[in-house]
């Protein structure tokens, strides 16, 4: 190896993932995360060892790079591992190739033209059914035949490290019909997971789950941030708005779906049978171990909850057949959300509203504090990895600190 990855690392030689990073010296552009460092793609190319037009790794946004296609992106990651391995090949002894990660400043990996979140964990979807309705039914009739979602805004979405303002908006007091104006009193994270489209498609296409992982580049952790209180007085009858659209995170390394390929499992029993277009073949989810910090100001982060991408009901192919089924078409750098991730145990839930259960059961957090919502000073933290075999290929972190309303 031509640079020294540590033991445990999320990014190991087996991970590659791509960025948009930029130092007090250079200026922002692509590059591949490998243990502590970044490998400065625009530094390799510079070597001469790439057959493709390398300006896209100089853009301040992947898009232009995916663009390529995976037959260009999967062969730049193969070569990538090659090289690394080899001490004898082009990167050996070359300078300025790489750059320790914490000297570097991350930036937003793509330019999202769209953003959808889907609603894909049946635990999830139960929990809020159970607390904002009868718990008989939670589930509404259409949830196990439709991959539930609905259109996000995407000039909210920044990355990882990017502070919060506490939003404010209008909330119905308990046992009042009218209305105040104020900071919401019920911020929550989600811990979600996103796929970012690598492939176009043209108004009136569709995309079956059988090619649904061609137009999938690769995966980021997300933070989709929710105003509860907000959220509960106006998402009827067209669903959430305001509680939604101040701000999501996304992780600063995209994972590529091929990194992903030896972490896949089979997701849960689909019963009743889904309609033909969303059948699909094979293993569509993947064991990804996920948690959720939360460091109240000046004091150590606390772990709240652990869960696993493979909880997910509806898979990513199912949820990209459904989007396109009418002829939606997509963009690359789309940003599709899994929607919370839940699992069974009450310690997996993916939101305060549910690990605190609509604030019924208050955590207790070390420095003697405790958490119905997330409070002002609060530091949020995601972390994902995947592990098999003595492989590791992990996500990092997804961060943000949340600040006083304005
Ligand atoms: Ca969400």
Redesign the pocket.
Known sequence: MIINIPEKSDFSIHNIPFGIFSTSDRSPRAGVAIGDHILDLVAVAELDVFDFNTAVLEKEVLNDFISLGKEITNKVRKDIQHWLQDEDSVLAGKPGLFVLQSAAQMHMPVYIGDYT?FYSSIEHATNVGTMFRDPAKALMPNWKHIPVGYHGRASSIVVSGEDILRPKGQTLPKDSDTPIFGPSQRLDF?L?MGFITGKNTNLGESISTGDAEDYIFGMVLLN?W?ARDIQKWEYVPLGPFLA?NFASHISPWIITLEALDQFRVSGPEQNPQVLPYLEFNGEKNYDINLEVGIAPEGTEEQVVCHSNFKFMYWNMTQQLAHHTVNGCNINIGDLY?S??ISGKDENSYGSMLELAWMGTKPLKMKDGSERKFIQDGDTVIMRGYAEKDGKRVGFGEVSAKVLPAK
Do not use: I, N, R, V
Request: aromatic fraction near 0%; charge should be negative.
């Open positions: 979140d989600e979600e989709d929710s939604k959300g929607g919370t």
